[in-house]
T-cell receptor, first 112, second 118 residues
Framework: GNSVTQMEGPVTLSEEAFLTINCTYT??????LFWYVQYPGEGLQLLLK?????DKGSNKGFEATYRKETTSFHLEKGSVQVSDSAVYFC???????????FGTGTQLKVEL | GAVVSQHPSWVICKSGTSVKIECRSL??????MFWYRQFPKQSLMLMAT?????????EQGVEKDKFLINHASLTLSTLTVTSAHPEDSSFYIC??????????????FGPGTRLTVT
């Protein structure tokens, strides 16, 4: 079956530090890959996505590249801000259906 | 745009009672709604998918008689936890899929409902 594995948190960084949150997946075929962000008290929001190998999704300074050879979709940001503190979920959708398979989420805390 | 609300945001109920959770798409029509359950430090687990006007499709292992889903309109779906027990305590999240804000058929998530059964 499909599955998503992401690094455990919490990840604590100082403002302006470089961020990497690792995500690897197992899926049949060619899934679409997503990163969602959940700010405190709010619903999950789509942060970025990539639908085929070597695609790079980007939004709000965050980037992730679809690496089929390593089955990975790591999230990166060059300089984090306190406002980026949230829980980040990696997810995939495969087989042409609507079902999203999520990782366990990684909490990011950014401090001054 | 693309706002999904849930009500209530948290609820405490006694064992054996039933509780209803509402999910509404506020500014778009949701052709499909999804219900997820999230345990602490675990991923969201899809419980069921519902299309407006049809019966919900439940994931394997989810009791359809215990978790009743109604998708009566293009903007409202409800999840009723019947005869709740402490093991049903969890965070329930809905999402809605439809054409919203120019984004073609993304899933938009509600803020979740914390259910505690005593």
């Amino acid at each position: 079956g499909n599955s998503v594995t992401q690094m455990e948190g919490p990840v604590t960084l100082s403002e302006e530090a470089f961020l990497t949150i690792n995500c690897t997946y197992t899926a049949t075929g060619y899934p679409s890959l997503f990163w969602y962000v959940q700010y405190p008290g709010e619903g999950l929001q789509l942060l970025l996505k990539a639908t085929k190998a070597d695609d790079k999704g980007s939004n709000k300074g965050f980037e992730a590249t679809y690496r089929k050879e390593t089955t990975s979709f790591h999230l990166e940001k060059g300089s984090v801000q306190v406002s980026d503190s949230a829980v980040y979920f990696c997810a995939l959708k495969a087989g042409g259906g609507n079902k999203l398979t999520f990782g366990t989420g990684t909490q990011l805390k950014v401090e001054l | 745009g693309a706002v999904v609300s849930q009500h209530p945001s948290w609820v405490i109920c006694k064992s054996g009672t039933s509780v209803k959770i509402e999910c509404r798409s506020l500014d778009f029509q949701a052709t499909t709604m999804f219900w997820y359950r999230q345990f602490p430090k675990q991923s969201l687990m899809l419980m069921a998918t519902s299309n407006e006007g049809s019966k919900a499709t439940y994931e394997q292992g989810v009791e359809k008689d215990k978790f009743l889903i109604n998708h009566a309109s293009l903007t409202l779906s409800t999840l009723t936890v019947t005869s709740a027990h402490p093991e049903d305590s969890s965070f329930y999240i809905c999402s809605a899929r439809g054409l919203a804000g120019g984004s073609s058929y993304e899933q938009y998530f509600g803020p979740g409902t914390r259910l505690t059964v005593t």
